[in-house]
Nanobody, 121 residues
């Protein structure tokens, strides 16, 4: 069974950068980063499929970069120019069942435990 383990969260001032990592145990079709702030719904941030096609939420486009190292089974989210509204718990998610690129949380069958990102103004 696929397992995901995130790392790299923390606290940073606005304008700063953080790098999140997600190690996964088996090859998967599609990977993504979601985030959830208190009192808000979980939202997709960045997505990448097995062809390395990427998609970003409008709120992070131009600031965040998702990438994957298939040889090492590691997913990266590089977050630059962070804003206070980026504060949330960030989750790595994987779809292990079918090829394609998916954008909704219910379409992912494996989730990591989450890592907190806090951006202060």
């Amino acid at each position: 069974q696929v397992q995901l383990v995130e790392s790299g969260g923390g606290s940073v001032q606005a304008g700063g950068a953080l790098r999140l990592s997600c190690a996964y145990t088996y090859n998967v079709y599609c990977l993504a980063w979601f985030r959830q702030a208190p009192g808000k719904e979980r939202e997709g941030v960045a997505f990448i499929d097995s062809r390395r096609i990427t998609t970003y939420a409008d709120s992070v486009k131009g600031r965040f970069t998702i990438s994957g190292d298939n040889a090492k089974n590691i997913l990266i989210l590089q977050m630059n120019s962070l804003k206070p509204e980026d504060t949330a718990m960030y989750y790595c998610a994987a779809d292990s069942r079918r090829p394609g690129l998916y954008y909704m949380a219910p379409e992912y069958d494996v989730w990591g435990q989450g890592t907190q990102v806090t951006v202060s103004s």
